[in-house]
């Protein structure tokens, strides 16, 4: 119930091109959903995020499409570039309330490798 | 820009050692958190804290120990380290404060811990 499913491990783009990485999760009390992107010797850094009552959101080339009824969500990267080459993990978070924390479940990660 | 930082950046020890791993963030967040993260990327929450004085464990089950004395620091102590430590361990911080209820998680660089 706590899972979130990611999609492909790995993906290789040509410059210009759309990269897309997909997640799927089973809880349905989740209603926080970011991305974060993470270079080589670097921490995670918070990249974009989406709530259940929007189907996409948008930040320059980076979009969130949310399904839902499908209980699936996935990042488009638009126009990719080099600079763009990273590992990208999906999250998911269910609101504790108090102080209770809201803990992050994330995907298992997706290598993204964008040739010039 | 999130200011959390880690040391030591990488450390190899032998086995049997105490270690304490530094994690500090000047922003005055309540939350903090430790991950340990695989070789095969994936992240896995070993700690948290709420605020002084409250700490929990994660998901994944650690030998390590935490504490949290100041709201702006919060050590991960291994008492004993063994080659099965041998790990990336992230430290991230977050505000219930933001408008996702602390879910907006601020990663450190990590510190790659190599036990032999």
């Known amino acids: 119930q706590q899972q979130v499913k990611q999609s492909p491990q790995s993906l290789i783009v040509q410059k210009g091109g759309i990269s897309i990485i997909n997640c799927a999760y089973e809880n349905t009390a989740f209603d926080y959903f970011p991305w974060y992107q993470q270079f080589p010797g670097k921490g995670p850094a918070l990249l974009i995020a989406?709530?259940?009552?929007?189907s996409e959101k948008k930040e320059g080339r980076f979009t969130i499409s949310f399904n839902k009824s499908a209980k699936q969500f996935s990042l488009h990267i638009m126009d990719s570039q080099p600079g763009d080459s990273a590992t990208y993990f999906c999250a998911a978070s269910r609101y504790a309330g108090g102080t209770s924390y809201g803990k992050l479940t994330f995907g298992q990660g997706t290598i993204l490798t964008v040739h010039p | 820009e999130a200011d959390i930082y880690q040391t030591p950046r990488y450390l190899v020890i032998g086995t049997g050692k105490k270690i304490t791993l530094e994690c500090s963030q000047t922003m005055g967040h309540d939350k903090m958190y430790w991950y340990q993260q695989d070789p095969g990327m994936e992240l896995h929450l070993i700690h948290y804290s709420y605020g002084v004085n409250s700490t929990e464990k994660g998901d994944l089950s650690s030998e390590s120990t935490v504490s949290r004395i100041r709201t702006e620091h919060f050590p991960l102590t291994l008492e004993s380290a063994r080659p099965s430590h041998t790990s990336q361990y992230l430290c991230?911080?977050?505000?219930?404060?933001?408008?996702?209820?602390?879910?907006?998680?601020?990663f450190g660089p990590g510190t790659r811990l190599t036990v032999t």
């Open positions: 989406i709530r259940p009552d929007v």
């Open positions: 991230a911080s977050s505000s219930s404060r933001s408008s996702s209820g602390g879910r907006e998680q601020y």
